[in-house]
């Protein structure tokens, strides 16, 4: 009886282990998805709106889904990432300029997530915010520049778990379920200015530019160490990418994407149910939000969400930086790769660190980032078209991708993805312009 206890245990932690090595960039860019900047955005559409926009997380999956495999593909079968391919289908000065933005906005973010999880822990522990800070900024760029990134990925893949404090936080307080099916089920629509803000905003945040540069990036890093460990003939690892590695790519892309948006509808859900019932229209903070939840959801729904803060936070910095890193580095033809060392990609890991240490600055100083979330979210709405567009165009081109060009299927939604984010983007400013 012991041997077979201990034979069917045996079984169950060996197809654990072989679940979590499946997952990998495409769950770590998901979950990051969900960070202080996202949590403030479905917040404020949850207490402005209460379950309005709770349908635009569905609506938003599939094609999301789409442009993430596009950009996984696109790294795994060209070997580099998606700036360097990016220069294959635009001019010079628009790269820099798409890349130019994205830096801003990741600096942004960054001081945006590390004030925000400085806050979180201010108002679950006490104690100053601006120690913590301080450390979480140090920290944070500390595992970046010392850890490789096959080591700092285990890490990384397990604070995607934080995210379910969100769904534990809904489940915490009661909820009109039938009202929230409703409104999930018939989609509403209003050429409301604010109403067509926030679907931007969410668009932006669902569909972000820095989650196409960090998971194509990662691929190429997932590329080479399974090239380092008896795969280093690029036939061996295109036939491996045709087989094995295809599934285990889709696996991982449509679960992180799906664990992203089911996260932001019980967000939307959650503040709907509590701040919009009961009047609060206006959240500026994921922090703020944690707050205004005590008195209507109760501690346990507080504490949920600000650590939910904190572990999004801890997860989003590392992604936001290096996809700068990548970015740049891929831009400029630098050698750049979380498994190096600093001494053999000094550019790389100087613009790592710069984004995060100016992110910490603006963090610490008197200037509010955190205010910019809902603007950096629909700025990231508005560059994520032309990206798009480029991307389809490399993804379906043979002389790139040779024999692995993106099927029919991942071409329409692809485009269909990037048609949606310009319509969004353009109804944004006849409602502006109308206004």
């Given amino acids: 009886m012991m041997t077979t206890v201990s034979t069917y245990t045996g079984s169950m932690i060996s197809s654990a282990r072989r679940l979590f090595r499946m997952f990998g960039p495409g769950l770590v860019t998901g979950a990051a998805d969900d960070d202080p900047s996202g949590i403030a955005t479905y917040s404020q559409s949850g207490a402005q709106f209460g379950y ?12 999301m889904i789409a442009i993430q495999m596009v950009t996984a593909r696109i790294g795994a079968v060209t070997g580099r990432g998606l700036a360097a391919n990016l220069g294959k289908a635009m001019p010079a000065t628009a790269l820099y300029a798409m890349v130019g933005l994205l830096l801003i906005a990741n600096t942004l973010n960054i001081a945006a997530d590390i ?6 822990l201010r108002l679950v522990a006490g104690g100053p915010m601006l120690i913590y800070v301080i450390l979480f900024g140090i920290g944070c760029l500390a595992a970046e520049i010392l850890m490789p990134y096959h080591s700092y990925s285990k890490y990384l893949k397990v604070l995607t778990l ?23 089920l018939i989609p509403r629509m209003s050429w409301d200015y604010d109403f067509m803000l926030t679907l931007v905003a969410i668009f932006g945040t669902t569909i ?134 600093v001494r053999r990609a000094p550019g790389f890991y100087l613009i790592l660190g710069a984004a995060t240490l100016a992110g910490l600055i603006a963090a610490l100083s008197p200037f509010n980032p955190i205010r910019m979330l809902f603007w950096s979210a629909v700025v990231n709405g508005v560059v994520a078209v032309p990206l798009m567009a480029a991307m389809m165009l490399i993804v379906g081109n043979r002389r790139i991708m ?13 485009w269909a993805a990037t048609v949606l984010m310009t319509a969004v983007v353009a109804a944004m400013l006849i409602a502006n312009l109308a206004g």
Avoid: C
């Fill in 52 to 63: 309005a926009l709770s349908w635009t997380m569905f609506l938003t999956t599939p094609f």
């Fill in 115 to 120: 004030a925000a999880m400085g806050e979180a």
């Fill in 162 to 184: 934080v995210l379910f404090s969100y769904v534990a936080a809904a489940f915490s307080i009661r909820i009109p379920w039938g009202e929230v099916l409703a409104a999930t």
């Fill in 208 to 341: 972000s530019p820095y989650m196409f540069f960090w998971q194509a990036s990662l691929e190429v890093e997932e590329r080479k160490l399974r090239a380092q460990s008896g795969a280093s003939a690029a036939s061996t690892a295109r036939k491996r990418l045709a087989q094995r590695d295809a599934a285990r790519i889709r696996f991982d892309t449509v679960t992180g994407m799906l664990y992203s948006n089911l996260t932001g509808f019980f967000i939307i859900v959650t503040t709907g149910a509590t701040l919009h019932a009961h009047g609060i229209t206006q959240i500026s903070t994921a922090e703020q939000a944690a707050e205004a939840l005590r008195p209507f959801a109760g501690p346990l729904t507080f504490l949920l969400f600000s650590l939910g803060i904190i572990g999004t936070g801890l997860l989003a910095v590392p992604v936001l930086a290096g996809s700068a890193g990548y970015a740049v580095a891929d831009s400029l033809g630098w050698r750049g790769s979380l498994e190096m060392p």
């Fill in 402 to 414: 040779g024999a692995f060009a993106a099927p029919r299927l991942l071409m329409i939604f692809g």
